[in-house]
């Protein structure tokens, strides 16, 4: 029971909830940004580059074939065509391109904010108390004295 004692200690850790909240909101942010880039961002692009739809992009290495069939009989298999996809490829490139960028505005705010709190100046001491200022007043005229 040590080890399920443990494993229930470490799974309640606060860092452990966090990054559990962070990766399922990273998760549906990267679907927010794959569909900015699919269906916001490509579109245009595409049009501006003649009606090119980067999703279909590719470059055929084998051409694919349909199976013969005669009656119930197969002739020759169904073959897949064997294509480099490169259209898929700059999506998902753009894809990281404005997660990264997005990540690296969250950071630089957050460490612009730590830096103005640790440039802000430290608070200054309190006033001494009324008692502190009487008795400083009392030491001062008994230094007069002597």
């Known amino acids: 029971m040590g080890v399920l004692k443990e494993f229930k200690s470490f799974a309640m850790k606060g860092n452990v909830l966090d990054l559990a909240v962070a990766v399922i909101i990273g998760g549906a942010f990267g679907k927010i940004i794959t569909s900015f880039v699919n269906d916001v961002l490509m579109p245009p692009i595409g049009l501006l580059l ?30 897949a065509e064997v294509a480099i996809k490169y259209g898929a490829f700059v999506n998902t490139v753009l894809d990281f391109l404005i997660v990264a960028f997005s990540i690296f505005l969250v950071v630089k705010a957050f460490n612009k904010m730590k830096k103005k709190e640790a440039a802000a100046p430290p608070p200054a001491p309190p006033a001494p108390s009324k008692e502190e200022v009487l008795l400083t007043e009392i030491r001062d005229i008994l230094k007069e004295k002597k």
Do not use: C, Y
């Open 50 to 79: 003649g009606n090119t739809d980067f999703s279909n992009l590719r470059v055929v290495i084998k051409e694919g074939s349909e199976a013969v069939m005669n009656g119930e009989q197969i002739v020759s298999p169904a073959v």
